[in-house]
Each structure stands twice: as C-alpha cells, then as structure tokens.
C-alpha cells in the first residue's frame, strides 16, 4: 500500500495528489491533498520500529490537554508508519507571537506530569527514550537521559577514558547542580527551534515531540541549544509570567547534555566534544 492509499484507508476519504515535502531521519514527509478539498501533512516511515509513531501521537495528544498552552496539531489519523496532521502553511515568527510563546509555554510547564517520566516509551528522532519514571528529576536525568545514550558512545568506542571519567564524576555532582526542587512539569521534551512551526499568521505550533514529564528548563535550554529566533524576548515574557528559578542561566548547559549526547550517537561529528566540554564544566 503506497502512501496515498494508506492515508485514504485512516481517513476515509480518498487522497488526490501527494507532493513530496522532504525527507529526515524519522522518515518522509508529504503534502497530500484529499478528493475533499483538505490538505493534510503526512509523516511516513515503512517498517517503523514498534511505537515509534504511537509515542508521538501520545505526546501531540497529552500536550493539547494543557489549556492555553501553545497549539498542537490535532492528530487526523496514524497507524505504525504513518502520521496524519493538519496541513499548517509556514510563515515568520512576529515579536507578538514570540512573546506569545513564551507565556503560554509556562502554561504547558505548569499543567504538569503525574512524575518524572511518561506512560508510554519515547522516541528522540530516531532515538529511543526510556521513559520509565524516576522519583527525582536530577534521578531521571542521569538515570533516562543521560546514562544510556554515555553507554552507547562507549560501546561503540566513541568515548574515551578520560571523557568517561568526566561524566561519572559530573553524575556524582549533579544533585547538587539542578537548582531547587521542583515539580514534574509538562515538557515537549525536544523543543530545539526546528520543532516549532511558525504559520502564516505569526503563531508557533509544536511539533515533533518527545513528550514526559521533565523539567521545566530543559525545553528552553533546548530553543537556545541550536538558536531560536527572537530568544531573548520569548525568555523575558516567560520569565514575566513564571518566573524561573535563581541561576538558571547557569544551567543552561547542563540541559543541553542529553540532546547533544543524542546528537552523537545519531550523526557523530563534533557533538561529543562539545558535550565533553560541557561536563567538564559541571563536573569541577
């Protein structure tokens, strides 16, 4: 079954014309428009691990329930190689929208998570998450995020003795590094700026996440991670909303870890030296 005639069977209607939207590590994408006038957005992936789709749909669903929070595409359809979304014509951020999105970020945090982890396995791109829960959050991060992808570098013969050496003794510090206690918050969990879709009217949408219950940093530290436009202000208008807790611009980096340690095992280059030079820093 070709794309068009697996998206005409989820959504009951027949597709018209399917035009290629491009291709990424979690699978192609098209443009599809239905014998009924809509167009929709279609991830496709055949042969897709088992839950691959289904933990995204779980975490576009689950952060649609915050109320006022910033939009998410409604899921149309899917099946286990296949998303259907909305079709969202691309635009530019205006600073309203970006301020926009800064506080109703706070909004999604502060929906919160029944604990530090999600209901369902996660997937990072085309990462897998454990996303089993842990009782704290520094016990989450080392234990779910970080711990796991530092074991893969190592099977693979990527991490040497020394940078080994860096990490274990940032896990023994990292207690005391996270900041205050606090509650489980409603994360996206891979909030870097491609991951937010400005449309035609300046509105951002999330999109692609790998949803859980986190810490509210860590999705800001990612819109910072590879540059977001319009950083600053959506920062300040988060931060006038909620306001974050003492140095957290200090911990930025300690945020960035586990992305860029997904980042290495995916893609290699230079992703591990910059997380080696990040722990470094952390681990004293």
């Known amino acids: ?38 167009q929709v957005f279609v991830k496709s992936q055949p042969g897709a691990a088992d839950g691959f789709f289904a933990a995204e749909v779980a975490g576009l669903r689950w952060l649609a329930t915050a109320p006022q929070g910033p939009p998410v595409p409604a899921v149309l359809g899917w099946d286990h190689e296949t998303l259907i979304l909305p079709w969202i014509t691309a635009g530019a951020p205006s600073d309203a929208g970006v301020e926009r999105l800064g506080r109703a970020l706070t909004v999604l945090h502060s929906a919160g998570a029944p604990g530090f982890g999600a209901d369902w396995p996660g997937w ?29 570098l190592r099977d693979a013969g990527d991490l040497d003795t020394a940078a080994s050496a860096t990490f274990d003794r940032l896990a023994e510090r990292l207690p005391t590094l996270v900041g205050p206690p606090e509650p489980p918050a409603r994360t996206h969990g891979d909030l870097w700026s491609g991951n937010v879709l400005w ?82 820093h952390y681990a004293g």
């Open 1 to 38: 079954m070709n794309v068009t005639e697996r998206v005409g069977a989820l959504l009951g209607c027949p597709a018209r014309a399917a035009e290629p939207n491009g291709t990424a590590i979690t699978g192609r994408t098209w443009r599809i428009t239905l014998a009924d006038g809509r």
């Open 124 to 152: 990072i791109g085309a990462a897998e998450l454990d996303n089993r829960a842990r009782p704290s959050w520094p016990d989450f991060y080392l234990t779910r995020r970080l711990r796991p992808y530092l074991r893969m």
């Open 199 to 280: 449309d035609d009217t300046g509105q951002a949408w999330l999109i692609d996440p790998a949803a859980h219950g986190g810490h509210r940093e860590t999705d800001l530290a990612m819109l910072a991670l590879f540059g977001a436009p319009g950083l600053d202000r959506l920062l300040a208008a988060y931060n006038e909303a909620t306001p974050l807790p003492a140095g957290w611009r200090d911990r930025v980096g300690l945020h960035q870890l586990h992305p860029l340690l997904v980042h290495a095992v995916l893609f290699g280059g230079s992703y591990l030296d910059r997380a080696a030079a990040i722990a470094r």
